[in-house]
Structures are given as C-alpha cells and as structure tokens.
C-alpha cells in the first residue's frame, strides 16, 4: 500500500511516500523558519499561508522523486492534530480534496503518534512492546506502547516541555530560534562542572517532569553573573552545558524509572529534542549499562517530518482505518484518546 503523508501542523510543511512493502520512497521538506525569526516565534496566519504556497509543490516533488503518479496512490495520511488550527487546515483540506477526486481512503493522523513510530523507519526498527520518551517543541512525555494504537502516558511535564525549555534558554542567551541546535553549539564550548542546575522532580517518585524552575534557575543565574559583571563568552558557554546536562540527566533519570516500572527493555525516544547528540550519546551509555536499548529516528526524522505521518498513516490505512466524509482537525488532543468523535473503523 503506497501512502502519501502530509504534515502542516506549525511551521514545517513535510511531505512524503511510504510504501507498507518497500519503505520510505520519497519525503521533502520545507521549513518555515526563517519567515518567522524576525518574529521570534510562529506567527499562526503566516504558517498557515506558506502551507497553502509549498503544499502543492512538495507533493509533485515527492511523486516525481519516487516515480509515481497520483493515480498510483492507494492512500493519504495527514496530521489532524494536534496543533495550530488554520496550519492543520491547509494539510487536512488538501488530502481531503485530493483523496476524494482519486476515490482512495484518506486518514486524519496524531501528530505524536508520527513522532513516536518515527524510529519505525530505520533499518532496525524497535519491536514493542516499549517504552517511549517523547520530547518535542510542546510534549515532554512518557509513554508505554503495547502496539500501534495502544498507549498508555506514563507521566508527562507539569508545565513546560523541554523543547520549550531549550527555546526559552535560548531567547536568555540571545541565540536564535528554534534554540534547541543553539544552545547545544554553545554548550559544546563549556566548562564541564563549572555550574550545577537542579534535577526536576527526581527527589521524589513517579514518572512527571518540570521544566519551569530549571528556566528560572537559568535565568538567575544568567542575571547575577550579570550584576557581576562576569558575563562572558565563555560564561554563557558554561551555562548552556550546565542547563543542557540537566535536561539530559533528568530525562535519562526518569527514562530508567520507566523502564523498571513496565519491566521493558526497550526505550524510544523522538520529537525534536531527540536530535540531542549528548542526550542521544547519555542514554545510550546508561541504557547500555543496563541491558536496555535505545531506539531514535533518524536526525531529519526527530523535528517535523512527513515521512513520519505517511509511516504511521500507512500502518494504520493497512489496518484499515479511514476518516469517513468529514475532514477532521483539532488542535489539542491527548494521545490516550486517539480515536476523535465520531470515529469509525471502517
Ligand atoms: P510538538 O511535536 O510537541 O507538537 P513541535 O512539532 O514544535 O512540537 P518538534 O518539531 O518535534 O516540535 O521539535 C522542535 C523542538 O525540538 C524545538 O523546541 C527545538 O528547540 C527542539 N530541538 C531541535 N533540535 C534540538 C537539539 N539538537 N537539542 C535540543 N532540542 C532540540
Ligand atoms: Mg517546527
Ligand atoms: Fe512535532
């Protein structure tokens, strides 16, 4: 079964084609971000007009590169959420569209669900059941996956995500957006030890995180180096390894608790932050330590892709799952409740 999967629920447009025999034949990208740094953030109507610009383009991209015409599509997966609403619009309206002039099944896809199965993609991929780290722009979650569709949150963060984190790091420090590769750079160049930042929520049991106090620690200590007057280069540098080390270590902490508490042995972790070389690097030595392995997406797969929503479209239209007439968009929805209103196995 080939599936054309489209991604537009912020400010990258992916598209790509996967096929349920041979795998991933195509993807493109377009990334929206530097139309939005002036902005400092994601301007929603922006988003969503750029989506309507790259959309139509990508698509013809992807089917040329893999060979293909539309005719030959027996499906189209698209995100319908969650996220900007008038962004997830432009990608449900369009596989909608298309898929009813082809008369083939389209399917409205969880956006984290894509991140989640996006080590799927790989060569080897993770058999399940696992436990997953989902760490993105505006998740920090754990999850526990029995099997496509079977999902259970282990615990997620109280307040801020650790994307989230790393961004608004990156705004103290006057490092550009998104500030997770930024920070990272930075870090590369600091004192290992020099500072040490508190370990959310690790003093005490269960499987929740906060990122909130671990930003204000930042930035206090960002303004008394300040008043110091010792807010060098290398000062900055310094507290980007020190923030940098406490998320990693924070994250592996609880990863480790998770993995006790279900008995697995193996860990996927994806979102955007799973582009982390040291938290990918960490991990993997203490995952290693303990007989666990560790599964991530690609490095292009670990931010906002299609090749993760055709995956995941594709294993679920396989099973066959279709949206039926209406187009369906929304832009919170918890991954427990994956089936939205109204929903019907076909
Ligand atoms: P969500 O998936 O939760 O809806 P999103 O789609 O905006 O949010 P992603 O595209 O998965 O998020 O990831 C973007 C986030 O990943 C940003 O917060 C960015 O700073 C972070 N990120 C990207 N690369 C790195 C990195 N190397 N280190 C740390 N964080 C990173
Ligand atoms: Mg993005
Ligand atoms: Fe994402």
């Given at each position: 079964?080939?599936?054309?999967?489209?991604e537009?629920?912020?400010?990258?447009?992916?598209?790509?084609?996967?096929?349920?025999?041979?795998?991933?034949?195509s993807?493109?990208?377009?990334?929206?971000?530097?139309?939005?740094?002036?902005?400092?953030?994601?301007?929603?109507?922006?988003?969503?007009?750029?989506?309507?610009?790259?959309l139509?383009?990508?698509?013809?991209?992807?089917?040329?590169?893999?060979?293909?015409?539309?005719?030959?599509?027996?499906?189209?997966?698209?995100?319908?959420g969650?996220?900007?609403?008038?962004?997830?619009?432009?990608?449900?309206?369009?596989a909608?569209?298309?898929?009813?002039?082809?008369?083939?099944?389209?399917?409205?896809?969880?956006?984290?669900?894509?991140?989640?199965?996006?080590?799927?993609?790989?060569?080897?991929?993770?058999?399940?059941?696992?436990?997953?780290?989902?760490?993105?722009?505006?998740?920090?979650?754990?999850?526990?996956?029995?099997?496509?569709?079977?999902?259970?949150?282990?615990?997620?963060?109280?307040?801020?995500?650790?994307?989230?984190?790393?961004?608004?790091?990156?705004?103290?420090?006057?490092?550009?957006?998104?500030?997770?590769?930024?920070?990272?750079?930075?870090?590369?160049?600091?004192?290992?030890?020099?500072?040490?930042?508190?370990?959310?929520?690790?003093?005490?049991?269960?499987?929740?995180?906060?990122?909130?106090?671990?930003?204000?620690?930042?930035?206090?200590?960002?303004?008394?180096?300040?008043?110091?007057?010792?807010?060098?280069?290398?000062?900055?540098?310094?507290?980007?390894?020190?923030?940098?080390?406490?998320?990693?270590?924070?994250?592996?902490?609880?990863?480790?608790?998770?993995?006790?508490?279900?008995g697995?042995?193996?860990?996927?972790?994806?979102?955007?932050?799973?582009?982390?070389?040291?938290?990918?690097?960490?991990?993997?030595?203490?995952?290693?330590?303990?007989?666990?392995?560790?599964?991530?997406?690609?490095?292009?797969?670990?931010?906002?892709n299609?090749?993760?929503?055709?995956?995941?479209?594709?294993?679920?239209?396989?099973?066959?799952?279709?949206?039926?007439?209406?187009?369906?968009?929304?832009?919170?929805?918890?991954?427990?409740?994956?089936?939205?209103?109204?929903?019907?196995?076909?």
């Open positions: 079964m080939r599936v054309l999967g489209i537009t629920s912020c400010d990258e447009t992916g598209v790509a084609l996967y096929d349920t025999d041979r795998g991933l034949l993807d493109a990208l377009y990334s929206q971000v530097a139309m939005h740094a002036d902005f400092g953030g994601v301007v929603p109507e922006l988003a969503s007009r750029d989506h309507v610009r790259k139509l383009p990508l698509i013809d991209t992807v089917l040329c590169e893999a060979g293909l015409t539309r005719s030959e599509l027996d499906g189209i997966a698209y995100t319908a969650p996220g900007l609403v008038g962004a997830l619009m432009v990608g449900a309206s369009t909608h569209g298309m898929a009813r002039a082809l008369g083939i099944p389209v399917l409205g896809v969880h956006h984290m669900e894509g991140h989640l199965l996006a080590p799927m993609l790989e060569e080897t991929p993770p058999e399940f059941p696992f436990v997953a780290l989902l760490v993105s722009g505006g998740h920090t979650q754990l999850i526990k996956v029995e099997g496509i569709g079977q999902y259970t949150l282990l615990g997620e963060s109280v307040d801020d995500a650790a994307g989230e984190a790393f961004d608004k790091v990156a705004k103290m420090l006057s490092l550009p957006y998104p500030g997770g590769p930024s920070v990272s750079k930075l870090a590369e160049s600091g004192t290992e030890g020099r500072f040490r930042f508190p370990r959310p929520m690790t003093d005490r049991p269960g499987l929740d995180f906060s990122f909130s106090g671990l930003k204000t620690h930042t930035l206090t200590t960002l303004k008394t180096l300040e008043s110091n007057g010792t807010l060098d280069e290398q000062a900055r540098a310094d507290v980007a390894w020190a923030f940098e080390d406490a998320v990693v270590d924070t994250l592996a902490i609880k990863c480790r608790r998770a993995l006790k508490e279900t697995y042995t193996r860990l996927v972790v994806a979102g955007g932050v799973s582009a982390n070389r040291r938290l990918r690097r960490y991990l993997s030595d203490v995952m290693t330590k303990q007989s666990a392995h560790v599964f991530y997406p690609d490095l292009r797969f670990c931010t906002d299609g090749a993760m929503i055709a995956l995941a479209g594709a294993l679920r239209m396989k099973a066959g799952e279709h949206d039926h007439a209406t187009m369906f968009t929304t832009p919170r929805w918890p991954l427990a409740e994956l089936h939205p209103p109204g929903f019907q196995k076909a």
